[in-house]
């Protein structure tokens, strides 16, 4: 009897050693331990990435800013006296904080945008809560890039995500209070924000696997570079309704050239773009390498 438990126990623990060991040679090699476990798989992006750029425009008449009642937190009204809505920033005809991005499509070798092994974003993006309004009002970050969140007035704030793919997350943050990190995981345009605290304080995140987005600046225009050589649904996103609207086109960029894709929003706006190339060469590839 105590022969027989012995050996069972035996067997037992042979049998557990063999499967430590099996588990023990599945694991990755040594190079990769650093890999973080959220590293993207894929091919690596191309070297010969070109541009897309363009301006966005915003038709007929822009609605004149209203300024915004602060009277519920006078500190608001003090450091921020003429504080109005951002809904549309138009300036000469063209609008800004519009979310430019590479939807959909491949590269000539038939890579989908999304089959690339992005190298992932290391630095954080400051989103400031500055005179009662955010800082940037619409940004782009990658999937699991830090954003970190800065209270630079002195009042309190409640940052609020209100997305539909990732967990709705919200924090107060009183005045003096040191930043806040926050990171998204899955891809979402756009996650809207706002402050629990004050209710016109509005901004926009684009989330998404890879970096080929830009928001529009002041004067309509942005650039979106490494774009591998294919053809490509570029999407223009901006605010306004219940989700905003999206505007689409298709464009061919050649390898280290540039591709035009000019929106327009507003009255009567319509999408041209201008997919004849333009032969020139992108200047900076900041997509290079991996880590
Ligand atoms: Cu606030």
């Known amino acids: 009897m105590f022969m027989k438990q012995t050996k069972v126990w035996l067997i037992l623990t042979i049998a557990l050693s063999l499967l430590a060991l099996a588990s023990a040679c599945s694991k990755a090699p ?129 940052i609020h995500f209100t997305p539909k793919s990732n967990p709705d997350w919200n924090q107060s943050q009183p005045n003096g209070a040191p930043p806040l990190m926050h990171k998204l995981k899955q891809s979402e345009v756009l996650v809207p924000v706002k402050c629990n605290q004050h209710p016109w304080m509005k901004s926009y995140i684009g989330v998404l696997k890879h970096p080929l987005f830009a928001v529009s600046a002041e004067d309509g225009t942005f650039t979106i570079k490494g774009v591998p050589p294919g053809t490509y649904t570029v999407a223009a996103w901006h605010e306004g309704g219940a989700t905003g609207t999206e505007k689409t086109m298709q464009v061919t960029v050649a390898a280290s050239g540039t591709a035009k894709a000019d929106f327009a929003f507003g009255e009567a706006a319509t999408a041209s773009g201008n997919p004849g190339l333009k032969m020139m060469p992108a200047i900076e590839f900041p997509m290079l390498g991996r880590h």
């Open 30 to 158: 040594e190079g990769n331990e650093n890999a973080t476990p959220s590293a993207a798989t894929g091919k690596t992006p191309p070297t010969d990435g070109g541009t897309v750029s363009g301006t966005i425009a915003f038709n007929g008449a822009a609605p004149a800013p209203k300024k915004i009642d602060t009277s519920a937190d006078p500190v608001c009204g003090q450091k921020n006296p003429n504080l109005s809505t951002e809904d549309n920033v138009v300036t000469n005809g063209k609008l800004a904080n519009v979310f430019v991005y590479i939807k959909d499509g491949a590269a000539s070798d038939g890579t989908k945008i999304d089959g690339y092994a992005w190298p992932a974003a290391t630095a954080a993006v400051t989103l400031d809560q500055n005179g009662c309004h955010y800082r940037p009002h619409v940004l782009g970050v990658m999937v699991n890039q830090d954003i970190e969140i800065k209270n630079s007035d002195p009042t309190q704030h409640n």
